[in-house]
């Protein structure tokens, strides 16, 4: 099959596939083994963008998306994060292939409102350089969208999930991230939003520069090391200076970081990092507050890291982690 597969899918984003073998491509590709022969494809195109010309790979992989192609999420066994590779290149092949995909599923995007889209499996996490040479991180369970006029008279981003942001300096084109009713917009810094549809604050971080944060009904400028809260229950701000703005993105450097953190929303990050479930036996349970930085975080080493300065224990019961109240 590997010797069919890989043949027509290098002549179909080459634009020179017949009719026939577009169409015996989308029947391979409905095959329980086509995910296997794929990722051996993705593994072989990343080894050679390693060794070749940056510049041309993702001239011709630009070109395709631009073109034709939609994108979104990667099948879960093609890795985001590729050790060795250029952070462009590394995003852009794999997006490429993942396009092919949904291209080839039929549900095409009609002519100018092509979206580009990446999303982060729980427990994942990525990194992506965007066409103006800004860089984002995204954290586990997150997606970032963008459409086809992106760096024309603007830049616009969507953001659900948590990303840091390295911005491209450009003060004719301003760089905005929207996320729930929020916009953030920015000239060229770096800062962190966290933005997670099932929690009930937008919250974003100033590491360097500034940047103006609105809503429908206000808006407030961030200075470095200031953080801004938006609570969507209630539409208001709060902002507050903080002693070290890097705490709020050490889940880059994976490790996690708490500053008198509820255990309620410590338990939201745990399960978007590691797939869990987690359930208090106490609604008290929830309220208690923790600090501190875990360098070494699995799982087993965060929670008895967290129990040992608590009054809490935890048990597992399946599949769930139950925290309970130490006697």
């Keep these: 099959m590997k010797n069919e597969l890989v043949p027509l899918i290098e002549k179909f984003l080459r634009n020179e596939a017949s009719a026939g073998e577009i169409a015996r491509l989308k029947e391979l590709f409905t095959q329980t083994e086509a995910e296997a022969m794929l990722s051996g494809f993705y593994e072989e195109k990343w080894e050679s963008a390693s060794l070749g010309p940056e ?8 070109a395709k998306l631009q073109e034709q192609i939609q994108i979104k999420p990667a099948p879960k066994r093609i890795p985001l994060w590729r050790k060795g590779l250029r952070v462009a290149a590394s995003i852009l092949l794999p997006l490429c292939c993942v396009g092919l995909g949904y291209s080839l599923s ?3 995007a009609k002519p100018g409102d092509e979206k580009m889209t990446v999303q982060v499996a729980v427990g994942q ?37 948590e990303a840091y942001f390295e911005v491209h300096k450009d003060k004719m084109r301003p760089f905005i991230v929207k996320a729930d009713d929020l916009s953030v917009e920015a000239l060229g810094t770096s800062f962190n939003v966290k933005a997670y549809p099932d929690d009930n604050y937008v919250m974003a971080t100033l590491m360097e520069g500034s940047i103006r944060i609105s809503s429908p009904f206000q808006s ?3 200075k470095p090391n200031e953080k801004l809260t938006f609570t969507k229950s209630d539409g208001q701000f709060a902002k507050w200076l903080v002693l070290d703005a890097e705490k709020n993105i050490s889940w880059v450097n994976s ?17 978007r990092m590691y797939s869990i479930d987690i359930r208090f036996a106490s609604e008290s349970l929830k309220n208690i507050r923790f600090s501190g930085t875990i360098k070494n975080n699995n799982l087993e080493n965060v929670l008895q ?7 809490i224990r935890y048990s597992l019961e399946n599949d769930t982690t139950i925290i309970i109240r130490n006697k």
């Design 255 to 271: 490790q996690l970081a708490f500053e008198g953190e509820r255990l309620e929303d410590i338990a939201k990050v745990l399960e």
């Design 55 to 62: 510049h041309e790979m993702a001239e011709r992989v630009w």
């Design 106 to 108: 039929g549900n095409k």
């Design 125 to 161: 996490k990525a990194t992506m350089q965007l066409p103006d040479g800004t860089h984002i991180w995204l954290n586990s369970a997150s997606s970032l969208t963008y459409d086809n006029s992106y760096n024309t008279k603007e830049r616009v981003v969507y953001l659900q999930g």
């Design 220 to 222: 407030e400028e961030l």
């Design 305 to 311: 890291l967290i129990t040992f300065v608590s009054p």
